[in-house]
């Protein structure tokens, strides 16, 4: 069902960011084939074991990429040059996706830091649970 509710969204979208969003969506895919899809905040999501690493959205002139997380765009900055970089989110050309190196680097680089999230809540819940 997720993934049908991204259909729909993407329908509504006009071209070129109809096809853009839809070339994104398979290149997210091709690093995270499992991802799960949802819509999150009106955007079309990924996320992976529930933890959300990126979102994409048409903007009246650019494609936004949201990776949940500040620190991806900083960690990247130096990749980052050729786009409108922004605390937690970068903007890209309505008609040309971004190359799939980069968004296997930002999604990479988001993955890591979920794992270190996740080893950072369980090692809360069992300081917690000592208490």
């Not at 999230?117 to 649970?129: D, G, L, S």
Request: net charge positive; with cysteine; proline share 6%.
């Amino acid at each position: 069902m997720p993934k049908a509710e991204i259909d729909k969204f993407f329908a509504g979208v006009e071209e070129p960011k109809r096809s853009t969003l839809e070339e994104m969506r398979r290149r997210i895919l091709e690093v995270v084939p499992d991802a799960e899809q949802t819509i999150k905040y009106g955007m079309p999501a990924f996320l992976k074991d529930g933890w959300c690493f990126v979102c994409i959205a048409p903007f009246k002139n650019h494609i936004n990429w949201s990776p949940y997380s500040s620190k991806v765009l900083s960690v990247l900055a130096d990749d980052l040059t050729d786009y409108v970089v922004s605390k937690g989110s970068m903007q890209f050309a309505v008609d040309k996706p971004l190359p799939k190196t980069l968004v296997k680097k930002l999604i990479k680089v988001r993955l890591a830091q979920i794992e270190i999230e996740k080893a950072e809540k369980a090692a809360k819940a069992a300081a917690k649970k000592k208490k």
